[in-house]
């Protein structure tokens, strides 16, 4: 008896000593938190939202670029020069007197002289209107019988003119500043589809984390009940080995028993901690700020009938996955790259013409004048063609560009196989594990029954400890399939919303796209 006390105090003290190795908490601060509020907080301080925001607006900048293409341009010089050519004589030997001349020259330039404003329209139609006025002074002295004297002359010009060209084959209907525009307003597209699968992602792993933290605290608290009846079971029979009612080796199989519940229990507490860890790091950027918090889940891990509709299903996923919708304006970019290809095989033709007016006269307000007056104008039209012999350069661009888009497409139809197979397999998954909550739930209350009954065979003598603990381990592995599987619903509905494209809409968040 001496021995069997000794020994029960030695089990007692190692289950004391297993309780003290508990992770405390005690010194932490707790928060109370629903899955709306850890789905607002991840938004905010989710790393790779913030990434795919500023891809974004990149995206935004890079459309202001193209949009560049159409900017007019303006431009204005002015210049003096002086010039002089000495004496000499001609063949007769008379004397070539030397000349002098000042001029004076105004003009608006860029691309070229007397180029003051020009530019390009989103038909293709390049534009400039010239303006330039010069005035020049010369000086020739004059040798005459009685001495040499100076001739002075002044002359003022200037015009003003308006250059018009419009394609009408290459570069009719696209050229490179439409095409440019139009690609970067399909990358927008593209990046505002990237935007919201990454805030779809980030709204997906918080939410699975969230119910899988539930699970981690809860399978805690069944497990403190399993070592809470494991210890009971050993209290009770150490009292039946002290009376000789009861086998020493039965005392020993409940100590066995409660110290591997006292086990199980600190491995799920370490569990509940990581993944409390994991959460954490989804709801903020600065991991460190929620460090010293507890977080308490407010939700329950109820068990709603799923309103199931697999062609609905597949309907939604074709119309909102971002991922497809990408896959589709990969295509579309594809086909800008071809039609500008396309019209890059056509030859040169292009509607040229010109109109103004020219001026002269001894100052520049004279010049000005007479431009002003359009008394004497000036036009031309025609056409200017460049065929290209061979053009084997763009036959080749294009004849790649038909095989990219081939590309395209046959991603597009894969990932179209994909979706429709992730979904229904999601939609498979909801099922199953709904079924799973029931047939957990009957197993648990199943077991319950059990263990209730072989304690009271106990308690009468017609049932063994043995069995007892394996009612015990019954209960607890029942109790923990059943939170694992009502984890594992929520878990699988979530990411049918996923795949379905429409987890956002789900839990009432808006975004914008344009």
């Known amino acids: 008896m001496r021995l069997l006390t000794i020994s029960w105090l030695v089990f007692f003290s190692l289950v004391l000593g297993l309780r003290g190795q508990t992770i405390d908490r005690t010194n932490h601060l707790a928060r109370s938190i629903s899955l709306e509020e850890s789905i607002d907080m991840a938004l905010k301080g989710n790393l790779g939202v913030e990434i795919e925001r500023i891809n974004k607006q990149i995206a935004g900048y890079n459309l202001a670029i193209g949009y560049a293409g159409w900017d007019p341009f303006l431009s204005a010089s002015a210049s003096h020069s002086f010039n002089s050519t000495p004496s000499g004589f001609d063949n007769l030997g008379r004397v070539i007197p030397s000349t002098r001349s000042d001029s004076d020259n105004i003009a608006a330039g860029l691309g070229g002289p007397g180029v003051g404003v020009g530019g390009l329209l989103p038909s293709g139609l390049t534009y400039s209107l010239s303006g330039n006025a010069s005035d020049t002074v010369f000086h020739r002295p004059i040798v005459l019988t009685n001495g040499v004297f100076d001739t002075r002359t002044e002359t003022t010009r200037g015009g003003v003119t308006l250059n018009l060209s419009q394609p009408l084959l290459k570069n009719a209907w696209i050229d490179a500043t439409r095409r440019n525009v139009f690609m970067y307003k399909n990358r927008l597209q593209w990046s505002d589809q990237n935007f919201r699968l990454a805030i779809m992602k980030a709204v997906n792993e918080t939410a699975k984390n969230y119910y899988e933290l539930i699970y981690a605290r809860t399978n805690v608290e069944v497990l403190e009940k399993a070592l809470e009846l494991a210890m009971k079971l050993a209290e009770e029979n150490r009292k039946k080995v002290q009376v000789g009612t009861m086998a020493p080796l039965d005392e020993k199989s409940a100590e066995s028993q409660a110290a591997t519940a006292k086990a199980l229990l600190l491995d799920a507490q370490r569990a509940k901690l990581d993944q409390e860890n994991v959460l954490k790091r989804l709801l903020s950027a600065n991991y460190s700020a929620l460090h010293d918090i507890e977080l308490l889940p407010s939700d329950v891990l109820a068990a709603p009938i799923p309103v199931l509709n697999l062609k609905q299903s597949w309907a939604e996923g074709m119309a909102q996955r971002p991922d497809l919708l990408q896959a589709r304006l990969d295509i579309e970019q594809q086909n800008i790259v071809l039609r500008y290809t396309y019209n890059q095989l056509f030859p040169e033709l292009d509607l040229i013409g010109s109109y103004g007016f020219a001026g002269s006269g001894r100052e520049f307000s004279g010049a000005f004048g007479r431009i002003a007056s359009g008394s004497d104008p000036n036009y031309s039209f025609g056409v200017s063609v460049t065929i290209p012999l061979g053009n084997r350069v763009a036959r080749g661009i294009y004849a790649g560009s038909k095989e ?111």
């Open 404 to 514: 990219q888009k081939k590309y395209y497409l046959l991603l597009l139809k894969s990932l179209e196989q994909d979706i429709l197979v992730q979904i229904e397999n999601g939609v498979r998954l909801v099922q199953t594990s709904f079924d799973e909550i029931e047939t957990t739930r009957r197993a648990r209350i199943f077991a319950q029954a059990a263990l209730d009954a072989e304690q009271k065979k106990l308690e009468s003598g017609k049932s063994t400890p043995y069995l007892v603990l394996q009612a015990q381990r019954d209960l607890t592995s029942s109790r923990k399939d059943e939170i694992r599987a009502l984890a594992n619903y929520h878990k699988a509905l979530s990411d049918l919303y996923f795949q379905e494209g429409s987890i956002l809409e789900k839990h009432h968040l808006g975004v914008g796209v344009k």
